[in-house]
Structure formats: C-alpha cells, structure tokens
C-alpha cells in the first residue's frame, strides 16, 4: 500500500479506538455504572435488554440509513463516523451527569451509536481501499475495538472507580464515574474530530469515484 493509504489507515484506526473502545468500555461497565447510581436488578436487567435492542437498531439502521443518504444526497459514509461519535460524547456526558433516569437515555445514544460503527466501518473501508487488502485492513482496524476498550476501561474507567472507592469495596453516587466518562466524552470528541479530517481527505474522492462506481 502506498503511504498516503496508510496514513488513511492510521487516521481510520484512531477514530475507530475512541468511538468502539469507548462504546465496549461503557458495556462491560453498564451494570457497575447503574449500581453506583441506585438502579435496583430489575433496572439494571432492563438497561442489559435495551441495550442489546439498541445495538441491533444501530447495525442494522447505520447501513441501510447510510446507504439511502450516499445514493440520493451524494452524503460520504465517514459523515456519520462524525455524526456517531458527536453522538456518543453526548452519551457519555449523560452517564457523568447522574440524574435520575439517565442510563434509560445514555444507552439509546452510546448503544445505537457504537453499534452503528460496526456496520459502516467495513462498508468504509470497501469503498476507501476497495478489496484487494480487505482482509488485512479489516482485522487491524477492528483489533482498535480492544485496544481502545482496555485504556478506557482498565486504566480509565476501573482506575478512577478504586480511586473514588477507596479502601471500601464499592463506590455510590454520582462522582463514581463523573471524571472517568468525561474523559470518554472528550475521547469520542477528538474521534470524531478525526473521522471529520478523513471525510475533508475523501470527500473527492467520494464525488468522483464513488458515486460514479455507484451511476454505473
């Protein structure tokens, strides 16, 4: 590959570990993060099922939403990497707010959102790359998921929460997680502030190749 394609790659894979790490992080806490807040087991067993409905919303509607978009308004699919990391960092700011109530939205935004990368990041890297190091560029990009997951969730997330518990064995209240999906929310930020430089890099390649591979 050339090194104009590998910095493509580059750029891809840290939009990728901010959004998907931060997205895993948040749902090998969920339950953690509801306890902390007061929610009781029959909550906290709703917020695991909504969350699984919201994540099949976000695979399933990313496609096809974007597909509609890029076929009639001409819209680049790195659009809504921007749109669904924006999105998330909203998520996230929700989780650190503790208000009553606010794992029942958190999840709506950072379910369907995190979920809905899954579903564009191949598409997006077919159309970017095209086939021929699809494997390769798939795997290495989706080991981002892991990578992004551990920093945020062992050395973010699980740090801050025995730092505010202390020498206790658990943590209560709102401070629990407020820092540590702060830090979440300006990931997703600088995300998509990312996936935002890669549309400006591709949008002309957008209109000249792939909307013509696609009038054909």
Known sequence: MKWREIWREILEYISMACGMGSGLATTNNMSQIAES????????NTLVSLWSIWNFFGRFGAGYISNILLH???????????ITLASMAVGH?????????NLYIATVLVGICYCSQWSLMPTIMSEIFRVLHMGTIFNTIAIASLVGSYFLSVRVISYLYDKEAGEADSCSGTHCFMLSFSILACVCLFGSCIALMLFFRKRGFYRSIVLRRLQI
């Open 72 to 82: 009639q308004n001409g819209w680049a699919r790195p659009t809504f990497m921007v």
């Open 93 to 101: 700011i929700i989780i650190a707010s503790g208000f009553p109530g």
């Open 37 to 44: 807040l007061g929610y009781d087991t029959i909550q906290r």
